[in-house]
């Protein structure tokens, strides 16, 4: 569960305020708007690496507002990917558990796992500095999941990927959302991802924030809340939202 | 379509060629230079200028009023002897009256000792002028020379003295008369007339001297060194043996000067290394209060006049505890220091670059993996700044191999102790041994070169 309650945010001369949404567990939510519009501030947020002026930002019921990013257990993979250029494709796999000093064989035995699910087995021995756009991202996506976080955030993932590769990728995220049963918040500026891929699509336009239902199914799984009603409440606290977040720069009366 | 791309094509290359051309002239400039110095050390002609007065010997022993000469000079490829042993060539320091009464009157000193021929008299402690129409001194090079400067002194008025010039085989190559006159010294430049140069390839000088006369001064200039025989038979080998090169490498000097220079800037690369990583690291991720001020500040030593650095140390030690002070001023940690100073400038600018070349993404992936700030430094940044920090290793290195201003005044040229390579070029110029100065200069070319190489090899092997 990722709940975003009454966050203010400010990067640069730019400002959001009071933004709330909330995606229920294992459920994945589409944050659209366009460029400039604060979505990849959102997504930072969350994970940590900028600062909340004020707000509350909960993760798994755990209240990460001021914790570091390591402490938050949220996979990260930011637009290119960012990999690490002086490691193997194996060894960016491993990092996270490397730098949990886990055993050698768990990590082995991860790391084959999700080259497995993410069908890079052959490319393990790699260099980063050669591989392909689509490649880059399912290691860099492997690389995000490779510590089970319950909370997965992408940012733009898909935007770099000529379309065969891109409509891999969609369903590859898809899977990877059904085998781990992980969170996550996808952000983009696409229509198409969104409706492709969306249980869930927040919209950031103007410094407001709407949230909707998307066109997948959301899959409630026995003993959660129904995460309609979650939703539901959302909706309906929706009209204050509109009242309070816009953009403040300049600040408007 | 063919027709626009030709036209196309042939109205750039004016552009090209006018680039290669503003580039090349360039590039030829620093081929050149380097090709020049070798080329000076190749065609250079070691030559050593022997300028002797008859005060010391080659041993550096006072000569004396009655001193007999004739191996005294071997050392310089000279020795000296008369046209017989019962008349040896002596050094005079008082002239003896003519009429030979040494008590009645009071012997002229002469105002330098000078090489005169001498009747040993039994009877007088002092040897008087022998005189006579075999009286000759004569000259033997070891090496043939190239006479600049006879000096001749009291020869008498109305007579004449005769030099011949003879070659290494005996053959006479020239010859001068001399004519005697009032003047105390009579200077005989025995130069050719069109050019100033002197008499080359004499091997042997004889000074007929029938009417007395002395030499003051003999000047000329010779290889320096007596050649061995195979040197003769394989003058290439004897090049390869002896040049400007291992000249300088053989001299105690410029040994030191090459192990300090090594030592020093090693020290120099990796303390600018030391301190250009985190001023690079803050400058580049970090936006704090007088961020531009520190951005500025640490351009300082890039822009100051060198000698102003080295000035600017000097006096700021002059504000330290007494004891720091001596134990860095004129001292090898004082050419460190200044070294260090104009060194770690570039090295903070380079690693500034390198840092803002990295993604800030991949530190903050890495946190988001579990690392700390720390771990995301130096597991992540750190290795893949590898390269920038090996050029600003190589740079600061090569920086401070140059260094000269900041290190003649805050650490001085004293040799044996504070002389780096670059001193040694100072103070070989200023000697006037140019051959000496392009050879350690060639010497440094050669580190800086393989600090390059190595750095290159290095860093590409960095980037598979």
Redesign the interface.
Known sequence: MIHINHVTLQAGDFRLENVSFQVPTGEYCVLMGKTGCGKTTVL?AV???KQVESGQITLSERDVTTL???D?N?????Q?G??????SVAQNLS??LQ??NQDRHLMQKRVDELAAMLEITPLLKR?I?GLSGGERQRVALG??L??HPATL?LDEPLSALDDNTHDQMCKLLEDVQQQTGVTILHVTHSQQEAERLAQWIVHIEDGLVTTTAGRRPTRTPPGEADPHAANQQITETLPQQKNSARPTAPPTP | MAEPNMSRASSDRPFLIGLAVLGATYIFLIVGMLAADLLYLVVHKQIKMSNIEFLWDDAGRLLHHGDNVTTQYDRRGLTIRTHSKQYPATIFEYLPPANETLDSSPATRFSTPMLGIAEINSAASRPSVFQGPQARLVFQWAEPVELTLLELSRIPVDTVATARFLDADGQVIGSREIQGGTNDTMLELSATDENQSGIENVSGLELALPHGGFVSRIKYLWLGRARADWEKDYPLLSRLAYNPLTDALSKPEIRYAIKLSLISCTITAILSLWVAIPIGYLLSRYQFPGHNLIDAIVDIPIVLPPLVVGLSLLILFQFVPRELHDRVVYEIPAVVLAQTMVAAAFAVRTMRATFDQIDSRREEVAMTLGCTRFQAFTRVVLPEARRGILTATTLAWARALGEFGPLLIFAGATRMKTEVLSTTIFLEMNVGDTAAAVAVSLIMVTGAMIVLIIARLWGNRATI
């Open positions: 930072e994970a940590g690496l570091h990013p390591r938050r949220v996979g990260y993979m930011p290119d960012a990999l690490f250029n002086t490691m990092f996270a730098i949990r260099q500095h690389r995000a490779s510590f955030l």
